[in-house]
């Protein structure tokens, strides 16, 4: 069914206040969510809302937490989410990360014990309209094989960087898989096949039969440098973070188990360098330049990161977000 | 033919002191080169000598330069290389990153003005046997079509992530690209076919004639995410500190043109979270878990980042390393 943007967002916000949520937090989770299905991540979207309403009542989600600075240098610190609102904290280490960087040219925010954070793009893109340089990583359960390997050791541990530009920043926002659980699940309960690049089965074997790819591991993308890539988010956001090693991580998609992943904000004021306040321009000029040259054939348009996300943004601004009718029922006996 | 490991090294040494080199700087110089034969780097090994003489003796590289610090905040510099050694300055940049780090907790130098600086995986690796996180980038010759175009704007843009273990770091160190402009000039000169996923050809169609592919564009590596990350490293290496945009980049190849990219060198010290003195045996459990994970069939062993390079360097320790014997020659001319 067709939802209305305005009535989603509305409703996301009126379940999550009935959740317990501060009402700057129910905003601002109810934001990311409707900002994911307006993009088409519909799996980062409002999907996600009857989880988060068994994670709050099972006490997973505590909705009066609040973030503790553990640890902190001139360019760094170091959160406690105290398993608050996913979210919310995320959009606050982002702001945190953005205040330090204002002062100190960078910073640098790991943070631990927080509840799934959603589309990560919508951090980093806020971020780069304030005209800061944004990165954001995230370690997630363990579902992909290490590139020559079998076994399910890392997350799809997705990146995004946004960079100021005009009048929209660039947004990159990708999962080091080569594709995304949901995706199989799809196909398992469509009854369709895989292709054979996705996922290994159960014996490390290349299959395109999607049952016995959720019995094996998903693809790291790209080859051995997504895997490389992978296992930085899992050193990085996982381990230097102090949060658990990425084949023990729990809690994101369940209303079972506390989170355990660790998240890295990253934030960078371009103004630090002779010209950096001409960053968005220059972005701008060299997005442009991309964009306006030849596709190759059988493609209209080259894009840049975020112009698709955006494209897709404004046609559901108006004609609204496709929802599955059995989801925005759940969600209505919510509010 | 098989050159001794410290006969190259003592060599490559001798070539640079006579091309003005500050000793300091002609042992860094010949150490990055040298340790990229080691790993199988040839295009970063000694290949790379008689092309850095060329850009001395035409006064594009400069011998006598110092690096220049143009702007500095507390957690980040941007640094004038004055057309230096390249690698002798990246090297700085990397210690200077690394001391703001041991302050601010992250540093970030951004570097101008300078020469080819080899192999990334080099810089990061040193720094995280320092016991810090590390992060390289830079531009390159735009040979690398946008993801859905046809025409060469991209640069091979590659990206090094340093990160301490016991007893070697993880080192990832790769291009956004699917493959090097060597590879296929190889493969024009060995009369041979290519992989039809290397390149398009200069109508923009994917090629497996190395010829046509020379006429196209290089693809970019894992589709969309590859190409994201290789226009990030183009925003932010290049425009970010004031080097020139990607598809106008020159200067490090050849010897006719001063160089005109940018380098970003960026250290963190874990040490600034709780428990991050010990991030290096925490990695160590985590690569060595995947490490002795199940492999897929037809794969003997897992590998972490940096593992394959240190047993190939291990070997030509021992038993030398592989030059043409041309090469080897006009090293020895320029003695």
Redesign the interface.
């Known amino acids: 069914m067709t939802v209305d943007a305005a009535v989603a967002r509305a409703t996301a916000e009126r379940v999550l206040l009935r959740l317990g949520a501060r009402a700057d937090d129910a905003a601002t989770v109810a934001d990311v969510l409707l900002e994911a299905d307006l993009r088409g991540q519909h799996s980062h979207g409002l999907l996600r809302l009857p989880t988060i309403a068994g994670r709050v009542e099972a006490g997973l989600i505590r909705p009066e937490a609040e973030m503790r600075i553990?640890?902190?240098?001139?360019?760094?610190a170091?959160a406690d989410a105290g398993n608050g609102f996913g979210h919310a904290m995320a959009e606050r280490a982002m702001s945190l990360a953005q205040d330090i960087a204002s002062?100190?040219?960078?910073g640098?925010v790991?943070v631990r014990d927080n509840n799934h954070i959603g589309m990560l793009g919508y951090y980093a893109e806020r971020c780069a309209r304030a005209g800061y340089?944004a990165a954001v990583c995230t370690t997630t359960e363990p579902m992909v094989?290490?590139?020559?390997?079998?076994?399910r050791?890392l997350g799809t541990n997705p990146i995004a960087?946004g960079?100021p530009a005009v009048p929209d920043p660039?947004v990159?926002d990708?999962s080091t898989s080569e594709t995304a659980i949901g995706k199989i699940i799809d196909a398992v309960q469509r009854g369709v096949s895989i292709p054979p690049e996705w996922a290994?089965d159960g014996?490390?074997?290349p299959t395109t039969d999607a049952t016995e790819a959720l019995a094996g591991a998903i693809n790291p993308?790209?080859?051995?440098?997504?895997y490389?890539?992978s296992?930085?988010v899992?050193?990085?956001a996982?381990?230097?973070?102090?949060s658990a090693?990425?084949?023990e991580v729990v809690g994101t998609l369940d209303t079972e188990h506390a989170v355990n992943k660790g998240d890295l904000f990253v934030a960078?004021?371009?103004r630090?360098?002779?010209?950096?306040s001409g960053?968005a321009l220059?972005?701008t000029?060299?997005?442009d330049?991309?964009r306006s040259?030849?596709?190759?054939?059988g493609?209209d348009?080259?894009?840049?990161?975020g112009d698709r996300g955006r494209e897709r943004r404004e046609r559901c601004i108006d004609a609204g977000i496709e929802l599955p009718s059995a989801l925005w029922a759940t969600i209505g006996e919510l509010e």
């Open positions: 553990l640890a902190s240098s001139p360019a760094t170091l002062d100190a040219g960078v640098l790991g340089v094989h290490p590139f020559g390997g079998s076994e050791l960087i960079v660039f990159l990708f290994l014996r490390g074997e993308f790209g080859g051995a440098k997504g490389g890539l296992l930085a899992a050193l990085l996982g381990l230097m973070v102090g090693p990425n084949p960078v004021d371009p630090c360098f002779p010209g950096g960053l220059a972005s000029s060299l997005l330049q991309v040259s030849r596709p190759a054939p493609t348009v080259v894009r840049v990161p």
